[in-house]
């Protein structure tokens, strides 16, 4: 499995109505950074601060000079953002570019891999 390579897939699949914020998430954008609060309303992110409407792109993604994307707010973004790839298969469905064509040899491998890579971000996914 490679690093991120900040190819964006997952960040531009589903931040148009894909992503959840707890609310605990929210009562610290409200309390601390009103400029990500406001992209909220109603419990739901990423809104259009005007009309209330979804985004169709996340207004914290942007790209460098090389075309890499970054997320702005990547020390405050959503646990849902903090989290992913969760599992193998979303990573399949997304196309996520961390996966080498050895990974799919062995898919129960791969996610105990995957779960170690991401060990600082969130607790492994459960198997049967
Ligand atoms: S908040 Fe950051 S990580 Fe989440 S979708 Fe937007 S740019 Fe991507
Ligand atoms: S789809 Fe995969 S490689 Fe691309 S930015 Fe997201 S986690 Fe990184």
């Not at 909220?40 to 090389?66: F, R, Y």
Request: net charge negative; proline share 5%.
């Amino acid at each position: 499995m490679k690093e991120c390579n900040q190819c964006g897939k997952c960040c531009i699949k589903y931040a148009n109505g894909g992503l959840c914020a707890t609310a605990e998430e929210i009562e610290n954008w409200e309390n601390n950074y009103p400029d990500i609060y406001q992209y909220v309303s109603n419990g739901k992110i990423w809104m259009d601060p005007h009309n209330g409407t979804q985004l169709a792109v996340c207004p914290w993604l942007k790209q460098d000079e090389k075309g890499k994307y970054l997320c702005s707010i990547y020390f405050s973004r959503p646990e849902d953002c903090r989290w992913y790839p969760v599992s193998v298969n979303e990573m399949i469905r997304d196309e996520c570019e961390m996966l080498e064509n050895r990974d799919l040899q062995n898919l129960k491998n791969t996610q105990v891999k995957l779960d170690t890579l991401m060990s600082d971000s969130r607790p492994p996914l459960q198997h049967k």
